[in-house]
């Protein structure tokens, strides 16, 4: 059965924003590592969503698929960019990142890239 990757998304976002609450130094610290990692420098913010899904299909973290997805498609990339990543995580990560691409990103990519066009 597929998972509804619109919730997931908005369950991670929510999820963060809840532990803030209790945890503002810590999730701070995170967001800003995160923030200053994707700043466009050498490389810039398309790639590295790119690279963050395929190492979120290689590590199996299902909501970091989710999320970077989307962030991809709202970076620029498109829906070949995106299946292309995937394919190299595939070549490193074997039979779970295929898995974990032909199921979960799939249905991410159909969800979002809607919300691009």
Do not use: W
């Not at 810039?44 to 190492?55: G, W, Y």
């Not at 995937?86 to 779970?96: I, L, N, R």
Request: glycine content about 6%.
């Amino acid at each position: 059965m597929a998972k509804n990757v619109r919730e997931m998304l908005n369950n991670f976002t929510s999820g963060l924003e809840s532990l803030s609450t209790t945890n503002e130094k810590q999730v701070s610290a995170f967001m800003n590592l995160l923030g200053s990692s994707y700043e466009p420098g050498a490389l810039d913010l398309k790639t590295k969503e790119l690279m963050s899904v395929a190492i979120g299909i290689y590590n199996r973290c299902e909501y970091c698929i989710v999320f970077h997805t989307y962030k991809a498609f709202e970076a620029g990339a498109t829906k070949e960019e995106i299946l292309e990543a995937a394919m190299v995580s595939v070549a490193f990560g074997g039979g779970p990142s295929m898995a974990y691409s032909v199921t979960l990103l799939k249905d991410a990519i159909e969800e979002f890239e809607k919300d691009f066009k």
